[in-house]
């Protein structure tokens, strides 16, 4: 039980790779990572055995970027059965419970990979996932009902029809979402698809105590890049009124609210209208990450918002040393004038080609 598998978007396998190389080399645990492109997924193997289970633990979660899910792995079962695929996952499970307490299981999920291949695999996962469950419950697992935080949940990740990882992940430090994927409803009134990234984006860096506290009707937003208003969408619905800087044209129902003031300027030189406090700033224009990166931590370092969320765009190479350049620059600028933070990045589900960031300052 040394290695971890850890989920993402297809095509960000190698920066998954490099994240996770990184992190397990803070913790002092080495090991290296299998990288199969296109895959939509990592395998790290750790030297020690037991250092897999540690990093399930000690890495926070939220801190990785592009892992949608980080799970610990036994070795691949092959050749399972088409007649009887249960008993040696049974078999796996009542191994490693020997390791650690897989008594304290809440859920089970049954994987593949998220990719177009894999999109059979899943239909027979759901169907898999009743009789595994049934005889997983009837063995004492899943059984756990005190606090679900502090259980963990089974993973079965499939790779072929035959072929699976059998493991766990713990419900204090993963994605709470099938596949590590939180599926949104795209809302029939918004005007742009884009309005599912700022969803999911909200769902993911505020829990929703936070939500309803930090977004309401007495509060100011601006967005950046604002056109067609998808963003400016979310943030209307949550009650905040909204200045929307673009030179393109705004949805007319967002207009029909009353709640936004469309600004017809360049996202780089817009400024918030004087004597207006703006709480959040959110910015989704398509630019070199860089310069958006030196947009929010002027914004931030001026005090002209509270909060923000935004889009890094990658490039098609280096993406993750140019993720970790954007983020060095404005953690050295709050740094240097003294402010307190919370920063947080995600590869979310609906982002592409780009990276979600969430910030909040205090002085
Ligand atoms: N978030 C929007 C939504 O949900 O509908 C979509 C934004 S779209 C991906 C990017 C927008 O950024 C475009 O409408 C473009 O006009 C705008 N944009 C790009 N550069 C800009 C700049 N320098 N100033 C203002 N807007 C800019």
Avoid at 44 to 65: T, V
Avoid at 71 to 87: F, K, W, Y
Avoid at 309 to 316: A, Q, V
Avoid at 342 to 362: C, G, N, W
Wanted: aromatic residues 10%; contains cysteine; positive net charge.
């Amino acid at each position: 039980m040394n290695k971890l598998a850890l989920y993402c978007r297809i095509g960000f396998e190698k920066e998954t790779a490099a994240e996770i190389t990184e992190k397990a080399a803070e913790k002092g645990v080495f090991g290296f990572a299998r990288v199969n492109n296109d895959s939509g997924y990592v395998i790290f193997e750790c030297y020690q055995e037991g250092e897999a289970d540690r990093l399930a633990r000690e890495i926070p979660f939220n801190q990785l970027i592009f892992a949608r899910q980080m799970i610990v792995i036994s070795d691949l079962l092959e050749n399972l059965p088409p007649t009887d695929r249960i008993t040696p996952i049974i078999e796996e499970y009542n191994r490693l419970g020997s390791l650690v307490n897989l008594h304290r299981t809440t859920e089970l999920f049954v994987e593949t990979a998220d990719t177009n291949e894999a999109k059979e695999l899943s239909v027979f996962c759901r169907k898999f996932t009743v009789p595994l469950r049934q005889a997983l419950k009837k063995q004492g697992y899943l059984a756990f009902k005190e606090v679900k935080k502090s259980g963990l949940t089974l993973h079965i990740f499939f790779v072929k029809p035959n072929c699976c990882y059998v493991g766990y992940s713990y419900n204090n430090n993963h994605s709470p979402n099938f596949m590590g994927i939180l599926r949104l409803k795209f809302p029939p009134q918004a005007p742009s698809r884009s309005t599912l990234k700022l969803h999911e984006a909200i769902l993911t860096f505020l829990s929703p105590e936070e939500e309803r506290k930090r977004m309401n009707e007495s509060m100011y937003g601006v967005d950046l890049g604002a056109c067609p208003g998808g963003w400016t969408y979310q943030l209307v619905k949550r009650g905040l009124f909204v200045y929307a800087v673009d030179h393109g044209k705004m949805a007319a129902s967002l207009h029909d609210t009353g709640r936004i003031d469309h600004c017809p300027e360049d996202g780089f030189k817009f400024q918030p209208p004087k004597r207006s406090k703006i709480d959040w700033l959110v910015c989704d224009m398509v630019e070199q990450p860089i310069r958006i990166a030196a947009l929010i931590a002027k914004w931030l370092v001026n005090e002209w918002c509270r909060e923000t969320i935004f889009n890094l765009k990658l490039p098609m190479k280096k993406r993750y040393a140019e993720v970790q350049n954007c983020l060095q620059l404005i953690t050295n600028e709050l740094d240097k004038a003294g402010f307190k933070y919370h920063i947080q990045a995600k590869h979310l589900y609906h982002d592409r080609e780009e990276i979600t960031v969430h910030i909040s300052v205090k002085k």
